[in-house]
Structure formats: structure tokens, C-alpha cells
């Protein structure tokens, strides 16, 4: 499996974009003690190391290292596109 289809599959996996959502809830709802960047940081990796951690069954097409390094790299552009929608959305609503 090459890096851009590594990549593709990560970008479309349901499981990390529900748990990008899901971190980017408790930031928006613990952003005054913690700020914006250090959880969304910290999240990313969390959730880049946990998916090919947890979820690979004998044998990977990947290196770990490798698929964690190509998961930090999509989780941060899904949590960019849920940044870039939110504050739409924010200025929008007004």
C-alpha cells in the first residue's frame, strides 16, 4: 500500500473523523482552562497511535510507524477542514 493510499483511507475512515469530532467538541467545551492547540495536538496523536494500535488484525500492509506517521498527517487535515467549518459556521450564525 503506497503513502497516498494509506492516506486516502485514513481521510475516510468514519471511526477517526468521529473521534476527530469528538475531541474537537471537548476542546470547544474545555478551551478556557485549556486553550485551542495544545488538546488538538495532543488528540491527533492520541488518535493517530490508538487507530493502527487497536484496530489491525495480524499481519499490516504498513510499517506502525509509518501508519501513525501518515495518521497524524490526516488527522491534522481533518481537524483543519473542522476548524475552517466551525468558524464558517460561527460567523455565519453571527
Request: zero cysteines.
Amino acid at each position: 500500500m503506497s503513502l497516498t493510499d494509506l492516506l486516502l483511507a485514513q481521510l475516510a475512515d468514519p471511526f477517526r473523523i468521529g473521534l476527530l469530532i469528538a475531541l474537537f467538541i471537548t476542546m470547544l467545551r474545555t478551551q478556557t482552562a485549556t486553550g485551542i492547540w495544545a488538546p488538538l495536538a495532543a488528540g491527533a496523536v492520541f488518535v493517530a497511535v490508538i487507530i493502527p494500535s487497536t484496530l489491525t488484525q495480524g499481519t499490516q500492509a504498513v510499517p506502525l510507524a509509518q501508519a501513525i506517521g501518515v495518521g497524524i498527517v490526516a488527522d491534522v487535515i481533518l481537524l483543519a477542514i473542522i476548524l475552517a467549518a466551525w468558524n464558517a459556521f460561527k460567523r455565519v450564525r453571527g
